[in-house]
């Protein structure tokens, strides 16, 4: 006799899909770099909110060195605090271009453009550099200012509109869209199957009026419904959470209506009635457990819608707040720029949003044709 293992034989089934698996990775590739968050951006500030206006609108790959011209006194996080919130910074500085050490000071050309003169400036060598002047040899402060007060730091990805690092703004961005993603879904979820279940369970009045609420939420707009309760919960972070998944949830009703009504006829659930189970207990732990394939499949989805509405409320000012990144707030803040010689500030935020969508696509299609077992051979 062989052993039956659904879960094996629905895995076995969506591996074979290599463009599902391939989403898949994909999309826990995100979540690892969403979670890790402020431990692998190069700009660790919360928000990654550094701006310095004269490096604004630099080519990926971009190097500049920067003089470190004072100390904030900022307190250490630990690691856990840092990955989720980050770490304010521990120094101000500035871009130069060179330098040079003198007697007790420091003449600094700073950097204030491509095309611009830099501007000269001199500190006093023991305002910046106290154990400097403990040392008689040139060459050893020379060394010990360079290893203290001056660093290079590489832009991989360019710099945005307000000279802040793209690169961090962007894995940042990934934890917006997930999480609204994720908590989206799951109002959905709640919401879908509670109404679905009762309304396919129960039938007759409850049905019908179950069915035409979610006709007339299906009516209407994805956007605009997402945006009126957007008006009445305020703009904000959380508020998306809610008016998301509110306007979600209809996909997962329908279907989870329609999967309930064909199974509540069957064998086990009229003997889960006469064995005098509860309504709720017969729903719970017969008919959901039961559906729980096709379920999974329309969440997917639903997760690459919740982006996708989330990238438009934050293109239009309704999602997260500046100076929280979004990939949809970079883009409205960059979309004028497609036209001029730096389309790569609208583009690359696009293309994680069109990669990020289509990995749960494909990831939604895999679950759909895992899950359906019509047409597969099953030895018994």
């Not at 509540?264 to 017969?282: H, N, Q």
């Not at 707040?321 to 389309?343: C, T, V």
Request: with cysteine; proline share 3%.
């Amino acid at each position: 006799m062989n052993n039956y293992n659904p879960s094996q034989k629905i895995w076995k089934r969506f591996k074979r899909n290599r463009l599902a698996l391939g989403g898949l990775i994909f999309i826990l590739l995100l979540v690892i770099i969403g979670v890790l968050g402020y431990l692998i951006t190069p700009d660790k500030t919360p928000y990654a909110n550094t701006m310095r206006l004269q490096l604004n609108n630099k080519k990926p790959g971009r190097t500049f060195d920067f003089l470190i011209i004072s100390k904030n006194k900022v307190k250490q996080v630990g690691c856990f605090d840092k990955m989720i919130y980050g770490q304010e910074a521990e120094y101000k500085s500035i871009p130069i271009s060179s330098y040079r050490l003198a007697k007790n000071v420091v003449e600094v050309n700073k950097y204030i453009g491509d095309d611009e003169q830099p501007e000269k400036t001199i500190y006093s060598l023991t305002s910046l550099c106290a154990q400097c002047t403990q040392k008689s040899n040139l060459a050893n402060i020379e060394q010990i200012f360079k290893q203290h007060h001056v660093y290079t730091q590489t832009f991989y990805l360019g710099t945005d509109m307000y000279g802040r690092d793209l690169l961090s703004r962007l894995i940042l961005g990934i934890r917006v869209s997930l999480s609204v993603g994720l908590v989206a879904v799951l109002i959905s979820l709640f919401i879908g199957v509670s109404l679905g279940a009762v309304a396919g369970y129960f039938g007759g009045k409850t049905d019908a009026a179950i069915s035409w609420f979610m006709n007339v939420i299906w009516s209407l707009p994805s956007l605009l419904l997402v945006i009126a309760i957007s008006f009445a919960l305020g703009k904000g972070f959380w508020q998306i959470f809610i008016a998301v998944g509110l306007s979600t949830w209809v996909d997962v009703a329908r279907l989870v209506r329609g999967q309930v009504m064909a199974l509540k006829e069957i064998e086990f659930v009229e003997a889960s009635k006469a064995l005098g189970f509860s309504t709720t207990r017969t729903i719970a732990k017969h008919i959901l457990p039961n559906i729980a394939g096709p379920i999974l499949v329309v969440a997917s989805a639903n997760f690459a819608s919740a982006i996708l509405l989330e990238t438009g409320l934050s293109f239009l000012g309704f999602g997260a707040q500046p100076p929280m990144p979004s990939w949809g707030s970079m883009i409205k803040e960059h979309y004028g720029y497609i036209i001029m010689d730096a389309a790569y500030l609208a583009i690359l935020p696009g293309l994680a949003i069109m990669l990020t969508v289509y990995a749960f696509n494909v990831l939604a299609i895999g679950l759909r044709d895992a899950f359906d077992v019509k047409g597969q051979n099953v030895n018994v």
